[in-house]
């Protein structure tokens, strides 16, 4: 399938590792210049080599986008290296969990501030440049916490619920400009992250990682857990020119753990 991304002009948050930077690499198979951005200096950097290995072209900012100032950074650099941004692709944010019953709510309010409003800020600055060429692409990775909430996760949850209340603001206020806005809410994947969690489980129980999430997976109808490649695959598609008619969606992307209707 031709992508039509030849040229494009991208930016990935979260990029340093995991989905961030499949999906930094996904889009720089494709010809899109990307500019990749976290706050871990020596990570950027690495994933940048990554990107002129692959044969693409890649910048790097390291800042802090739980803060407005940090947003602007990476948009104003990203214009002034490609001359506009085509695509945007919102994956920063880890919150801290923690029971319900003993929450500090400072720790959702910690959660708000990096996920949910460094997806907004970014979304805003880069509208304006999209909408100079009537054509853009907003991808934001909201996690399947956001239908799944436990008594572990309240802030991840709430603010995964606040980005899909999000998208589909956002799509229908810039649809109309070429934009499309949609949303992937991955379940468990495998990425470095996921595996220490899932590593400080399997030594309060005495048990291999591999086999806790073999066993994780097992029972999920994929009979796995996700790549995190997979992931940047459908990235690639919601940013692209064959995606054309999807507008404020949200695909779960969790091995059909979800039960729910819709």
């Not at 692709?89 to 919150?95: E, I, L, R, T």
């Not at 603001?169 to 495998?190: K, Q, R, W």
């Not at 598609?237 to 695909?251: D, N, T, V, W």
């Amino acid at each position: 399938m031709e992508l039509g991304l030849e040229g494009k002009r991208a930016i990935v948050t979260g990029s340093n590792r995991g989905i961030g930077r499949c999906c930094a690499l996904a889009l720089a198979r494709e010809g899109v210049r990307v500019c990749v951005a976290a706050r871990t200096r020596a990570l950027l950097d690495r994933t940048v080599e990554e990107i002129h290995a692959a044969g693409g072209e890649g910048c790097a900012v390291a800042t802090d986008l739980s803060t407005a100032d940090g947003c602007a950074q990476v948009v104003k650099e990203t214009v002034s290296r490609f001359n506009g941004v085509d695509i945007l692709v919102n994956n920063v944010g880890a919150a801290r969990g923690g029971d319900i019953l003993e929450l500090p709510t400072r720790q959702i309010d910690e959660a708000l501030e990096l996920k949910t409003y460094s997806y907004l800020r970014l979304a805003q600055l880069v509208i304006p440049h999209m909408q100079e060429n009537q054509w853009g692409r907003i991808v934001n990775i909201a996690g399947s916490a956001g239908s799944s909430p436990n008594r572990q996760n309240i802030p991840t949850s709430l603010a995964n619920v606040a980005i899909l209340n999000m998208t589909r603001a956002l799509s229908d206020t810039v649809s109309g400009d070429g934009i499309l806005v949609n949303a992937i809410c991955p379940g468990l994947t495998n990425t470095e992250r996921a595996r220490s969690i899932q590593q400080a489980q399997a030594d309060q129980e005495g048990r291999d990682v591999e086999n806790l999430l073999k066993e994780i997976g097992g029972k999920l109808p994929a009979g796995r857990i996700a790549e995190p490649e997979e992931i940047a695959n459908v990235v690639a598609f919601l940013a692209s020119e064959a995606c054309s008619y999807m507008f404020g969606s949200s695909i779960y992307m969790d091995g059909g753990e979800r039960r729910s209707t819709p």
